[in-house]
T-cell receptor, first 122, second 113 residues
């Protein structure tokens, strides 16, 4: 089945530094990937839609200069948390949908999620 | 816009008890519906899905039926196990390839032996 790899799975950094999180679709191509953020004991909040070859689409309230998204290829999207602060500490999860999934296809409309990256900013 | 409402937890059950987690949705058109599960310290895994009205998704003993008339997609399992302890998320997709999932707030299930 479709697999999405996310790296690193956890990272601790000092306040003011930048952290990059990678999201790779291992056995399929994904023109579009999605980045979610999950606060403790809360649901997933969509941060942005990452589009290969173009700018990401950010949800209202998400700072695009704080959370830089680069979708460099059909299998890789990166999220960089710039000048991280303790309030940026969270669980970040990426997801992808296989290109070309059609209605009736087993993978139609199914998002595959990475295992998540836990960021702790000291 | 699209939205998902699911029962708030936490839900605590004894092993072999019957589980129901309610989920209702609001959407335009004909969304696909999903249940995802998140085990402690892990990401989300697809548990089951249904893509049209009256479809029943099932996996690992869990079932959910897409009810368009009641806009519901309740999750059920006849006999829960300790290993089912996790957070369960109901979600919907608007249908096009570039549509992200809209999630409910999640329901934490704890099963005790």
């Amino acid at each position: 089945g479709a697999v999405v790899s996310q790296h690193p799975s956890w990272v601790i950094c000092k306040s003011g530094t930048s952290v990059k999180i990678e999201c790779r679709s291992l056995d399929f191509q994904a023109t579009t990937m999605f980045w979610y953020r999950q606060f403790p004991k809360q649901s997933l909040m969509l941060m942005a839609t990452s589009n290969e070859g173009s700018k990401a689409t950010y949800e209202q309230g998400v700072e695009k200069d704080k959370f830089l998204i680069n979708h460099a290829s059909l299998t890789l999207s990166t999220l960089t948390v710039t000048s991280a602060h303790p309030e940026d500490s969270s669980f970040y999860i990426c997801s992808a949908r296989e290109d070309g999934a059609r209605q009736g296809f087993p993978g139609a409309n199914v998002l595959t999620f990475g295992a998540g990256s836990r960021l702790t900013v000291l | 816009g699209n939205s998902v409402t699911q029962m708030e937890g936490p839900v605590t059950l004894s092993e072999e008890a019957f589980l129901t987690i309610n989920c209702t949705y609001t959407a335009t058109g004909y969304p696909s519906l999903f249940w995802y599960v998140q085990y402690p310290g892990e990401g989300l895994q697809l548990l089951l899905k249904a893509t049209k009205a009256d479809d029943k998704g099932s996996n690992k003993g869990f079932e959910a039926t897409y009810r368009k008339e009641t806009t519901s997609f309740h999750l059920e399992k006849g006999s829960v196990q300790v290993s089912d302890s996790a957070v369960y998320f109901c979600a919907l997709s608007g249908g096009s390839g570039n549509t992200p999932l809209v999630f409910g707030k999640g329901t934490r299930l704890s099963v005790i032996a």
